[in-house]
């Protein structure tokens, strides 16, 4: 009986001694495959910290056509990578998409219709400014512009760097086909057509990576902002829905965007920009179906890469008045919307209590 017992216990021990060797095999191949970023940026509350993907998105550039990514904000206080998808967040902060609608920094949906085929600033801060074109069109008896983001303007950094990508005009959808064309410093970006292929600009001051193998991109400017976008056609069905009444010509191909802002000063400027300051008062309604919000004669600009709207702020350096104290980073979060503000911020958006 006390051999049976003996041996019993030599057989789980066995085991259990198996076991535990065989985990520690796979420890360093589980290591192994989960990335990690330190935060290089002086302004940074992470600085210097070693930050790991979590298992659920292991890599910041995942391959076999996963959704999820590895994301590092250095400038949220938590310092802990989260995971998001690889597209614009249409319910997220920073998104524009649709007929514009935007959500603010501070969390409320609000739409802003400008005009068509003109431009206007997104942001405007001293070293960033972000432009967009707008198409559309305007059916009999209506006394708006239905209108869409066609093109995104980019200026940055003290040389007036320059960054363009457009969703080129078709008139029927092909997702087999690209329909995003990118310029840097005025020439063509060749960017091969395959998920995660990447172009990095000579200074390295500029990466644009795909997010799928066509018509979807991640633009990264160093400690500056993420661009998430996609390029979409406005289908039948959401030509049913809202009676755009789109031509047989043209499927207005455009873009869903969400921006994600590493450090904005306390006085940016532009239609979403404004958003990130604590001062802002957003005058969009809560609760109000469809919020549209003014500022076409502020936030107008002659071109796709000029800055010279009359609140914009690109390349002005430190105003007058403004002591360097008061010039501090702006640290946003890219979260979800903000339900403070009232049941509702805008349509598809309904919050609980």
Known sequence: MKGQKSCMKGLYLGVAVTVYACWLMVQPEAAATTESKVCYARKSPCFLKKQTCPRQCPSFTPSGGRSKVCV??????????????????????????LDP??????????????????????????NLHINARFIGLRPSGRTRDFTWIQALGILFGAKNQSFTLHATKTAKWDHNVDHLRLSYNGNDVVLPERDLSVWKSPEDDIRVERTSDKNSVLISLSDMVEIWVNVVPVTKEDDRIHNYRIPEDDCFAHMEVQFKFMGLSPRVEGVLGRTYRVDFENPAKPGVAMPVVGGEDKYKTASLLEADCKRCVFGSGQLAGDSPEKIETVVTSQGTVDCTGGGSSGVGIVCRK
């Open 72 to 97: 590092v904000d250095c400038y949220n206080p938590i310092c802990q990578p989260t995971c998001r998808n690889r597209k614009p967040n249409c319910n997220g902060k920073g998104s524009a998409c």
């Open 101 to 126: 609608r935007f959500i603010g920094g501070d969390g409320i949906v609000f739409y802003f219709h400008g005009k068509r085929d003109e431009h206007f600033s997104l942001v405007s801060d001293s």
